[in-house]
C-alpha cells in the first residue's frame, strides 16, 4: 500500500511540474508574440508621422474658373508662405476659412468658392471658382429687425442703417430683401430707398 500511495504522489507531483511548466511556455510565447507586435509598431508610427506636406520647393498652380462661360484660367507661382509646410487637410481648413471670410475683391469678382483640386509634395492645384453674373455687386440690402440694412458686399460691413420698414414694402420686395438684394452701385442703392421710404 505504501508502495502504491509514493506512486500516486509521484505522479501528482509529476502532473504539477508538467502544468507549470507548460502555463509558463505558453506565457513565455505570448509574450514574445507581444515583444514582436511591439516591435512593428514604431515604423507605422513612423510612416503616419512621415505624412505628405508642401515645402517652398512645392509647384503652385491657382485656377479660375468663371461658371457663367465655363472658362478656365491658370497661374504658376511660387508657393505663398501659408501653405508651405502643410498637409492636404490643414491647406482644406485654410481654404474653408477663405470661404467663410473671402475678400470683397473677390466677392465683386463673383466669387462662389475656393477648392483644393491636387496635393501631393511637389504640386498643388488650388482653384477660385466665379459666377460673373454676379461680378460687379457692391452693396447689399438686408432686412434686419424689421429695418432696411445697407451692406457692403461682404453682407457683414454696414454701410448704412435705415429707417426703412420691412413691412412697408411690396410682399415681392419683402422676400428679396429677406434673401439680400445686391446692388452695383450706390446710385441704385439710393434710387431703391428713395423709391420705397413714405
Do not use: W
Not at 514574445?32 to 511591439?38: E, G, M
Not at 485656377?63 to 462661360?69: A, G, L, N, R, V
Not at 470683397?104 to 477648392?115: R, V
Not at 488650388?126 to 458686399?153: F, M, P, Q, W
Request: hydrophobic share 35%; with cysteine.
Amino acid at each position: 500500500m505504501k508502495r502504491s500511495a509514493v506512486i500516486g504522489i509521484l505522479i501528482l507531483v509529476i502532473l504539477a511540474v508538467i502544468v507549470f511548466f507548460g502555463s509558463f511556455a505558453v506565457t513565455y510565447l505570448q509574450m514574445k508574440k507581444n515583444l514582436i507586435t511591439r516591435e512593428d509598431d514604431p515604423p507605422a508610427l513612423e510612416a503616419a508621422s512621415q505624412e505628405e506636406i508642401t515645402s517652398d520647393q512645392t509647384e503652385y498652380v491657382m485656377e479660375t474658373y468663371d461658371i457663367k462661360t465655363s472658362t478656365i484660367s491658370e497661374e504658376s507661382a511660387h508657393i505663398p508662405v501659408q501653405y508651405i509646410g502643410c498637409t492636404r487637410e490643414e491647406i482644406t481648413d485654410q481654404l474653408a476659412d477663405y470661404n467663410e471670410n473671402p475678400s470683397i475683391e473677390d466677392l465683386e469678382a463673383g466669387f462662389m468658392d475656393f477648392s483644393l483640386v491636387y496635393f501631393s509634395p511637389e504640386r498643388i492645384v488650388l482653384r477660385k471658382n466665379y459666377n460673373s453674373d454676379h461680378a460687379g455687386y457692391k452693396y447689399c440690402i438686408l432686412s434686419e429687425r424689421g429695418l432696411l440694412t445697407v451692406y457692403y458686399i461682404d453682407r457683414k460691413t454696414v454701410y448704412e442703417y435705415t429707417s426703412i420698414e420691412t413691412s412697408s414694402l411690396p410682399n415681392d420686395v419683402r422676400l428679396q430683401v429677406v434673401k439680400g438684394l445686391y446692388f452695383k452701385d450706390l446710385s441704385e442703392v439710393f434710387d431703391f430707398l428713395e423709391s420705397h421710404s413714405s
